[in-house]
C-alpha cells in the first residue's frame, strides 16, 4: 500500500506543478484588454475622442486619423451594455472628453449580455454587470475562464500585440473569408443570434441601455456619433432588409429625441474588397478610410 500511494504521488506531482504553472502563464498573459485599460488611462488627460463598440470598431477606427486626440476602447464582440459601463467607469477621468463613437451594426440592437467575455470586464475594468462571484472562474482559468481547448491555443500563440491608443488592425486580407459563401454563413448566424435575441426579450433591454447611454452623454454634454460600419457586397447581399429596417427606425427615432449625428457605411461603395480584412471587417487601409469620414463629420460639429 505504501509504495502504492508513493507511486501515485510521484504521479499526481508533477501534474500538479504543470497545472500550477499553467495557471499561471494564463493569470499573466498581456491581454488586450490590459493594454487597452492601461493605455486609457495614461492618455485620459487628452482624450477628445472615445471609440466604443465591437470588432468592426476595433478593427477599423484608427485612432491616428482622427483630427483631435481619440483612443479606442472598441473590443470584439463588446456589446453595449459593457460600452454603457465604461462610459461610467472612466468619464470622471477623462476631463476632455467631447465625442463618443458607438457601433450600430446588423447584429447590435440584439446583443447584450456576453457570458464568456463577462469575467474580462470584471478581472480589467472592474464592471461587473451581472453582479456575479466568479468563483469557478477565480479558481481555474484553464477550465473556467478560457476552457482547456483555448488555452493550449493561447499559450502556444503567446501574442505581443502592439497598439497605439487601443489599435492595432489587420495588415491585408484574407481571401478565403471573403466569398459569398463566408459571407452567407456569416450572416446566417448573425441572423440565428438575432432570432434568439427577440425569443428572449433580450433586443428590449439592449435598445433600452443604448437609449440610456445616449441620454448621459448628452446630458454630460458629450457628442454621440452612432456608426454603421462598411461591410463587403459578399455578406451584405445575404443580410434579412427586415433586421436593416428594424435598425434604421431605432436610429430615426433616437434621431428625432436626441439629433443624433449618424453616419450608415453599410454599403458605401467608397470601400472596395481590397479595405477588408474578411467580408466584414475593414483592414489598416480600409480603416483609414473610414476613420477620416467620420472624422469629417466630427469636425463639422
Known amino acids: 500500500m505504501k ?30 484588454y490590459e493594454k487597452k ?13 472615445l471609440i466604443l463598440g465591437n470588432s468592426r470598431s476595433d478593427n477599423g477606427l484608427n485612432p491616428t486619423f482622427f483630427s483631435k486626440p481619440a ?4 473590443y470584439g464582440s463588446q456589446t453595449i451594455l459593457y460600452d454603457k459601463q465604461l462610459v461610467l467607469k472612466y468619464l470622471p477621468i ?36 451581472k ?28 501574442k505581443n500585440v502592439k497598439m497605439v491608443n487601443g489599435w492595432s488592425g489587420h495588415d491585408s486580407s484574407i481571401s478565403s473569408r471573403l466569398t459569398e459563401r463566408y459571407g452567407k454563413e456569416r450572416a446566417q448566424s448573425f441572423d ?27 446630458e454630460n454634454k458629450i457628442t454621440p456619433i452612432i456608426t454603421t460600419a462598411p461591410c463587403n457586397k459578399p455578406f451584405t447581399q445575404f443580410l434579412d432588409e427586415k433586421n436593416i429596417q428594424y435598425n434604421l427606425e431605432f436610429i430615426q427615432k433616437m434621431k428625432r429625441k436626441y439629433n443624433l ?9 467608397a470601400f472596395n474588397v481590397s479595405d477588408f480584412y474578411n467580408n466584414d471587417h475593414l483592414n489598416k487601409k480600409g480603416a483609414e478610410k473610414y476613420t477620416k469620414k467620420i472624422d469629417s463629420l466630427i469636425i463639422k460639429q
Open 71 to 74: 483612443y479606442n476602447l472598441a
Open 3 to 32: 509504495k502504492f500511494l508513493l507511486t501515485i504521488t510521484y504521479f499526481i506531482i508533477p501534474l500538479l506543478v504543470l497545472f500550477l504553472f499553467v495557471e499561471f502563464k494564463l493569470r499573466t498573459i498581456n491581454s488586450e
Open 261 to 269: 449625428v449618424y453616419l450608415n457605411s453599410l454599403n458605401d461603395s
Open 131 to 158: 453582479n456575479k462571484n466568479f468563483i469557478k472562474e477565480k479558481l481555474s482559468y484553464f477550465f473556467y475562464v478560457y476552457t482547456p481547448k483555448i488555452s493550449i491555443t493561447l499559450l502556444k500563440e503567446n
Open 94 to 129: 477623462l476631463k476632455k472628453l467631447k465625442h463618443v463613437v458607438l457601433s450600430l451594426d446588423y447584429h447590435s440592437l440584439s446583443s447584450g449580455y456576453l457570458q464568456e467575455r463577462d469575467f474580462f470586464y470584471y478581472h480589467y475594468f472592474d464592471i461587473n454587470v
Open 37 to 49: 485599460q492601461k493605455g486609457l488611462v495614461e492618455k485620459s488627460s487628452e482624450i477628445e475622442i
Open 192 to 218: 440565428l443570434a438575432i432570432n434568439q435575441s427577440r425569443k428572449t426579450k433580450e433586443y428590449i433591454e439592449v435598445q433600452k441601455e443604448y437609449e440610456d447611454l445616449i441620454r448621459f452623454l448628452n
